[in-house]
């Protein structure tokens, strides 16, 4: 349970103490207000219907919104029904009067097929006395320029706009909804958000089957998990987080659920995240494969295939949209502040046109477990690895090729060491590929393809002046990424130039426990802020190399990090802890359950 104060954390009560609620078609943040602040909707990269957490400059106003305020609120308290994606907030006023705001998206099986409508479910009970409370439902469209037109119901009200209407489905007075009164609450009442639809049923029966049978979908899909021994909740709250980043329609993974959030206050680095990177997915997919979770990633490669066949042997883009959409051009949102009126408010992302050379190594990392895991219904076959195979020729052609590296640097090419890094992976792991199917031809191919990359890497990467391997070939910054040598199988741990580079690293881009991405400035100037995935990449690394108490002791720290629920975003300011960037990000919580995985203890020493 997670309680304390209103605006405990900001003065103007904007945060990213943040819950996430969604169903796999749809996501929305509530804040411990019991406000939701942000909702795309019908798809995450969609126009938001509640964009108010991306114009709050001068503090959290209502446009934008859909609160459910009480009447002299004093405290709040805020958790996630255990195992599930289900958010409780408790709200209690100065004469100890309360109420409990139930949120969550619909997510169960029925009819022999999966029910994720495009809805919201609030369910609002009394705790304690007869409170008094308001509800403020404020939907826009064209970010929020645009208000809808409010239509008026028997027992619901409509929101008809250029873009759609939405239905508002209440047992709550819809008067009082409607013109935002204050009233006492005397029972239950429950608010379902979605299509202009009726319901078949009774709103607040159907409010309450819809809680019933999507928690059982939860706790049933957490109970299948192979979890480590140590941090299971943490783990839980992780895996369920990544899982609701995947729009299971398509298959497609994406990076984070916001746009704009700064990466530091004032940076300009805001950028919109609503994108399936081929990269983040991998990263995503091989963290849940690893607690037994293969469903999400049989449902990323129909989406990963797609994009492979369209390629034909050509260039892949590191991102794409979640319906396979290649132009994903970049705007500004004028009329929006941004988050805490830290502008501009960025809508796609400019990064669509960029050549990074690591996207195929990515591919076929993410794929390659298909080759050799006999649980899945589809296991993958030769005509798929043919398919692989073209995005293995692209990795070779292009792997001493510079490019904008996997930080999407807008301004300065270089052949990026972690690039060639996953060239490499590409071709071992086709020649692992190759071996399974029982084509030795292909299995010799790839592999002398994978020796030759590996020794320009280790004898071009490497810098005798900073003792250690670099960012580029031939230069001598230091970046993180290069940790992933050891996580992807190129050397062993143990070799003296990766426990130097290391050694290095923790010099030159450390803040105590935190780490930045590089120490090299970029078309920003340099980060301000550690990105959370480095710190856990360090944590992989430390634990690899057998530096396991210090590895168990940042990885505490960086789980003290999370927010009051459990969750991460991009960056973290090291001197406060605050988080900063997108929200929550899928590399982020990728670390938590790598982390976890690494370094608990056995399930034997139970015995």
Not at 259 to 282: H, K, M, V
Not at 388 to 399: C, I, K, N, R, T
Not at 522 to 551: H, K, M, Y
Request: glycine share 8%; proline share 5%.
């Amino acid at each position: 349970m997670a309680d304390g104060p209103i605006n405990s954390r900001q003065p103007d009560g904007v945060s990213l103490d943040l819950a996430l609620i969604g169903n796999c078609a749809i996501s929305a943040l509530v804040d411990r207000q019991a406000r939701i602040v942000w909702c795309c909707m019908p798809r995450f990269d969609g126009d938001p219907v509640f964009h108010a957490l991306l114009d709050s400059g001068q503090g959290l106003g209502l446009d934008g919104t859909f609160a459910v305020e009480l009447e002299d609120l004093a405290r709040t308290e805020q958790d996630y029904d255990p195992g599930t994606a289900i958010v409780r907030t408790r709200l209690f006023d100065g004469a100890g009067q309360g109420i409990e705001v139930v949120d969550f998206a619909p997510r169960f099986i029925t009819r022999d097929r999966m029910f994720r409508p495009a809805q919201l479910v609030r369910r609002v009970r009394p705790l304690k006395g007869h409170p008094r409370l308001r509800f403020i439902v404020r939907p826009r469209e064209d970010w929020g320029a645009t208000a809808p037109q409010l239509v008026r119901g028997s027992n619901h009200l409509r929101y008809v706009g250029p873009g759609g209407t939405l239905r508002l489905s209440t047992s709550a007075p819809p008067t009082y909804v409607a013109s935002e009164t204050w009233f006492s609450l005397h029972g239950p009442v429950s608010l379902l958000l979605g299509p202009d639809e009726t319901l078949s049923g009774g709103i607040d029966e159907t409010a309450r089957d819809f809680e019933e049978l999507t928690s059982l979908y939860w706790r049933l899909w957490t109970r299948r998990l192979a979890l480590p021994l140590e941090w299971q909740d943490a783990v839980i709250r992780a895996a369920i987080t990544l899982k609701l980043c995947q729009f299971e329609e398509t298959g497609a993974i994406v990076a984070a659920m916001t746009t704009s959030i700064p990466e530091a206050p004032g940076s300009q680095r805001n950028w919109d995240y609503r994108f399936c990177w081929l990269r983040d997915a991998f990263f995503v997919v091989r963290a849940l494969n690893s607690l037994s979770e293969v469903g999400t990633m049989e449902d990323y490669l129909r989406w990963l295939y797609d994009v492979v066949r369209a390629a034909a042997g050509g260039h892949v883009q590191p991102l794409y949209g979640i319906g396979l959409e290649k132009d994903l051009p970049e705007g500004i949102v004028p009329h929006l502040a941004g988050y805490r009126g830290m502008g501009p408010v960025r809508v796609g992302n400019q990064a669509y046109e960029h050549f990074q050379h690591d996207v195929y190594g990515n591919i076929v990392l993410g794929a390659a477990q298909a080759f050799h895991d006999h649980r899945l219904f589809r296991r993958a076959d030769v005509t798929d690895f043919e398919a692989l195979e073209a995005v293995g020729e692209q990795a070779w052609l292009l792997h001493e090729q510079a490019d904008a590296g996997m930080w999407e640097l807008r301004t300065r090419a270089r052949v990026h060491t972690s690039s060639v890094l996953m060239c490499w992976a590409a071709c071992d792991r086709l020649a692992k590929v190759g071996a399974a199917l029982g084509l030795a031809h292909r299995h010799a191919h790839w592999s002398a393809r994978a020796d030759e990359i590996r020794d320009k890497i280790l004898s071009r990467a490497w810098s005798d002046e900073r003792q250690a391997f670099v960012e580029s070939f031939g230069g001598r910054d230091l970046d993180a990424s290069v940790l992933l040598m050891a996580e992807v199988g190129f050397i062993p741990a143990t070799d003296p130039r990766f426990v130097s580079t290391v050694n290095m690293l923790e010099a030159s881009l450390c803040d105590g426990p935190y780490m930045r991405r590089y120490e090299a400035a970029d078309d920003f100037g340099r980060p301000e802020t550690a990105f959370n995935v480095c710190s856990f990449w360090r944590i992989d690394a430390l634990a690899r190399i057998g530096r396991t108490d210090q590895a168990r002791e940042i990885f505490e720290t960086m789980l003290a990090r999370r927010n009051h629920v459990g969750l991460l975003s991009e960056d973290l300011a090291p001197a406060t802890g605050e988080l900063w960037g997108n929200f929550p990000q899928t590399y982020s919580m990728v670390g938590i359950i790598n982390g976890a995985m690494r370094l608990s203890r056995p399930w034997d020493d139970m015995v």
